[in-house]
């Protein structure tokens, strides 16, 4: 996708951390913003912020797990600007703990947000996009999936949520083979960031009540959550600096979009493994104090 301005960009997950930067760059570049979010307050802070700065804003509260809240959107945004070119499929939320511990409900939310809402967004706005493509003589579309790291790798400790990305992964190259399947003006990309301090490690706020669960945390869970805290907490590459980069891929046509290229030697041993029939690497090989703390943690119980 080479122009921007005067296009339209729908974003989920919009009010905080990445998608609010995704929408920050969206607007610079002149784009007609549609934002959605289950979070109203930040929403509503978020689209007064950004048509402060001149943007055309729509914006939704939308919670990406439940299929009749994207058709509302897709509805919406076609009746305010009349099409679509750039797909954020942002929302996600993250749980960690040994994975046996994991409750039906963490696993109902999690895939709910994080694949759910991936799949939603593909489902219904991809003829969307195709139907614009027909009408529009120039038009250029873009769905940008964000995953994460943990779509390729399979952390100790975090498997609800490694779950989540690997599918969301395998659906965005589904979604590129298949849209070049049909010759469609629309690419896809996959965003696979690794730790970067945006409202990750608190998404329980957004978890809703019947998802809740009454078991306390176990110990494993403990540990994962404030692993994943600490980490989210101290990354060195900050949310604009991933939204700056993900709007050049998309520019540039790439479909892998990574925050952190030095952390893709994992990746590399992982698929070596894969490929040799070895046992899984150890994604923290690199980093053996995290697995210390996962162990100790662990032995807590
Ligand atoms: N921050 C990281 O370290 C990191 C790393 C890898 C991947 N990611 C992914 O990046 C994406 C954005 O997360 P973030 O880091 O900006 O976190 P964040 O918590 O700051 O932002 C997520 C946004 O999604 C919204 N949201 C939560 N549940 C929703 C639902 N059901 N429907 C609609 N919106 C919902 C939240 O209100 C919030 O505004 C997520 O998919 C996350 O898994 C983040």
């Known amino acids: 996708m080479k ?4 296009r339209v960009a729908v974003i989920t997950g919009a009010a905080g951390g990445l998608g609010r930067e995704f929408a920050n760059v969206a607007a610079s570049l002149g784009m007609r913003l549609v934002l959605a979010d289950v979070d109203a307050a930040a929403l509503e802070q978020a689209t007064g912020e950004l048509r402060a700065g001149g943007a055309e804003v729509l914006s939704m509260v939308c919670d990406v797990r439940i299929a009749a809240h994207v058709e509302e959107l897709a ?3 076609l009746a305010r600007f009349h099409g679509v070119h750039l797909l954020f499929n942002n929302a996600g939320v993250g749980a960690g703990g040994l994975i046996w511990e994991n409750s039906v409900a963490d696993w ?4 709910g947000v994080n694949l759910w809402g991936v799949i939603h967004g593909v489902r219904v706005f991809t003829p969307l996009m195709l139907e614009c493509a027909r009408r529009e003589p120039d038009y250029e579309g873009h769905i940008v999936n964000t995953a994460s790291m943990a779509g390729l790798l399979n952390a100790p400790a975090m498997g609800v949520y490694n779950v989540s990305k690997h599918a969301v992964v395998s659906l965005s190259e589904t979604l590129y083979h298949d849209l070049r399947l049909v010759d469609a003006p629309v ?4 965003l696979c960031p690794y730790f970067v301090p945006t409202g990750i490690d608190r998404s329980q706020r957004h978890r809703p009540e019947d998802l809740r669960g009454e078991a306390a945390l176990t110990a494993s869970q403990r540990m994962a959550q404030a692993l994943v805290s600490k980490a989210v907490g101290s990354g060195k590459v900050q949310a604009p600096e991933v939204a700056r980069l993900t709007f050049d891929a998309i520019r540039e046509g790439r479909f892998y979009i990574y925050s952190h290229p030095q952390a893709l030697g994992a990746v ?7 490929v040799h029939a070895r046992a899984p690497a ?6 053996p104090e995290i697995n210390a703390l996962l162990r100790a943690g662990v032995k807590a119980q």
């Open 75 to 77: 509805d919406a945004a």
């Open 187 to 190: 690419q896809a990309s996959v």
């Open 268 to 274: 590399g041993e992982r698929m070596e493994a894969i």
């Open 108 to 111: 109902e939310w999690v895939l």
């Open 282 to 287: 150890d994604p923290y090989a690199a980093t």
């Open 3 to 6: 122009e921007f301005k005067g």
